[in-house]
């Protein structure tokens, strides 16, 4: 396990109120079924101030959310680095996890086999690894990928309307996320005709 000592001081819970998400913290470093006593960089997921009686939300740089109670003694707290404060044990990243969906024309077993085999032969055997694999079949069709706001459409050609994507596999569209207070609206591919008269 990586880490590194930091210098840093616990908020109260009226101290966390103040900040946003573009603020630096730590919180504890814990995750389901892994008790780790150290600590996560982390930023809170909505400004402090919303804060109403229960917890507060932060996401961890590896992707963790987790709930907060800054005054409970028994919780790990909120912190924010202070060189008047205490050393604390912070756990640094050791890479990155790609998630890929890769998409292998006429695949079959020995393309992905090579292909895990290249991969590992670029970053070396003891560093790519498979996680997880799934294979899905994907249709010889498209379908046109639209955003649009939650509150729901009310017409369509108005500029709420937003084309995220052409062209693009339905199988794709699992691996996208919408913007913050959109949806998507998936429909079956129109071919885009240019009849702009010429000479």
Partial sequence: MNTEKVTARRLTAGEVSELGPQDDIFVSAATDGLPLDCYAPAFLTGPGKNFEGGSFIARTVFDEEIHVLPDNAEEGGIWVADKAGEEIE??????????????????????????????????????????????????????????????????????????????????????????????????????????????
């Avoid at 790609?98 to 070396?124: C, I, M, T």
């Fill in 90 to 199: 912070v756990l640094q990243s050791a890479g990155v996890l790609l998630n890929l969906a890769l998409f292998v024309p006429n695949g079959n077993k020995e393309s992905l086999d090579s292909l895990y085999s290249a991969a590992r032969d670029a970053f070396g055997v003891g560093i790519v690894q498979r996680w997880s694999e799934e294979a899905v079949a994907v249709p010889d069709v498209k379908v046109d990928l639209y955003e649009e706001p939650t509150r729901g459409r009310k017409n369509t050609s108005s500029q709420n309307r937003d084309r995220r994507a052409l062209d693009i596999y339905p199988t794709r569209v699992r691996f996208l996320e919408p913007s913050d207070g959109w949806k998507f609206i998936v429909e079956p591919h129109k071919e885009i005709v240019d009849d702009t008269p010429t000479i």
